[in-house]
């Protein structure tokens, strides 16, 4: 099994910064994509990014150019670093996995969620 924990989240205003980690547990090697889901209060979650194993990466429209994923391979983690946060960027972050090589699109994997919340 893998175990996926997040970190980080919190309450800034608008046009601060925030940084999650999501550290990785378990049969790691399994997983080859990791990143980040987001879900804001009534509506669908959605991919905000993710990486792969061999450094691909991929954003969501709404958050280039002000968020960058990155990961460390020793420490078995993701982070997300969020810049110029909207108060649209409210919601539950959580970390996920994957065994393929992909977008994200089907995680195998989920983390508790923390959540991020900014206020204009």
């Known amino acids: 099994q893998v175990q996926l924990v997040e970190s980080g989240g919190g309450l800034v205003q608008a046009g601060g910064s925030l940084r999650l980690s999501c550290a990785a547990s378990g049969r790691i090697f399994s997983i080859n994509t990791m990143g980040w889901y987001r879900q804001a209060p009534g509506k669908q979650r959605e991919v905000v990014a993710s990486?792969?194993?061999?450094?691909?990466?991929n954003y969501a429209d709404s958050v280039k150019g002000r968020f960058t994923i990155s990961r460390d391979n020793a420490k078995n983690t993701v982070y997300l670093k969020m810049n110029s946060l909207k108060p649209e960027d409210t919601a539950v972050y959580y970390c996920?996995?994957?065994?393929?090589?992909?977008?994200?699109?089907?995680?195998?994997?989920w983390g508790q969620g923390t959540q991020v919340t900014v206020s204009s």
């Open positions: 996920a996995g994957e065994r393929i090589w992909s977008t994200l699109n089907a995680p195998d994997y």
């Open positions: 990486i792969t194993s061999s450094g691909s990466i």
